[in-house]
């Protein structure tokens, strides 16, 4: 049987450009057999469609890596700028330029301050505003009186609205002058000493002053006895002291409850008239910081 030449029919391995060693559509011999040119067209259409779908496979390849590389760079920055706990997550110098605002412009804050706090001596300069209760008990409260290491006993105490009669000598005067309207006494011992402190209250600072300034060393107040305190400072001689704070001037006069008289050398009976000029000066001023606190926090 003479063989089949190739396109009649026979069997014939087919030409696959992709697979090595495949038989070409046409003999390498000199047969004279023309190419089969749909054959070859055929391969040359499989092979551009093939690369078609390689170029494109590998740009979707291609876009996946780079969208994945983005999502990690985005990421990362994410994750470097998040803040741990306990740290800030502003950014490091960022009061050290200014983020413009919408507007265009940088708000601007009126500077704010504290208000001033309140004088306590305002409260006691005048009737007006030293409104908190006054009687010799409250103003020299319990029954003794430390100052230091000193221990002094409350005696008698009295408070009237008749100024000048609990007054000796020039100072009757100065009290009416400048119109006092109430004058408070109490008696303190130590010893074989006494001492009377007398507030005298005005209604003004002013009034107070002027009764200190115009008070000389004959403006005493009389001492004050009673409660097993004998008389003392009728006859003798004694120590006093003229002082005055806000709208209140203090006086003070110390001795010896036996009626002797005070010398320069006795130096307890100074002392005991300091101790009470500055308790009588500290309870004034307790009494102006007590209204100022509560005005404050009205």
Known sequence: MRPMSFGQGGPQQQWDPWKPNSQQPW???GSGESPDWAALADASEARAKRRRLL?????ALATVAIGTAVAVAVVSANGSDEASPGTSSQVPGATDFDIPSPTGTVPSFAPTSAPPPLDPKDFIASAK???APLSPDILFPGTQLTMGETVYKKGPTADTGNCASAAKSTLPKVLN???CTRLIRVTYTKDDMAVT???AVFDTEAQATKAKQQADKKSIVKSLSGGGIKDFCSGAVCRSTTNS????AYFTIAGFTAGKDVTTKDTAVFATGDDLQEFTFRQIRRRGEAQASAAADE
């Open 27 to 29: 003999s390498g011999g």
């Open 55 to 59: 170029f494109i496979g590998g740009g």
């Open 129 to 131: 505003k030293d409104k």
């Open 177 to 179: 002058d400048n119109d």
């Open 197 to 199: 402190v007398g507030v």
């Open 245 to 248: 704070y806000g709208r209140y």
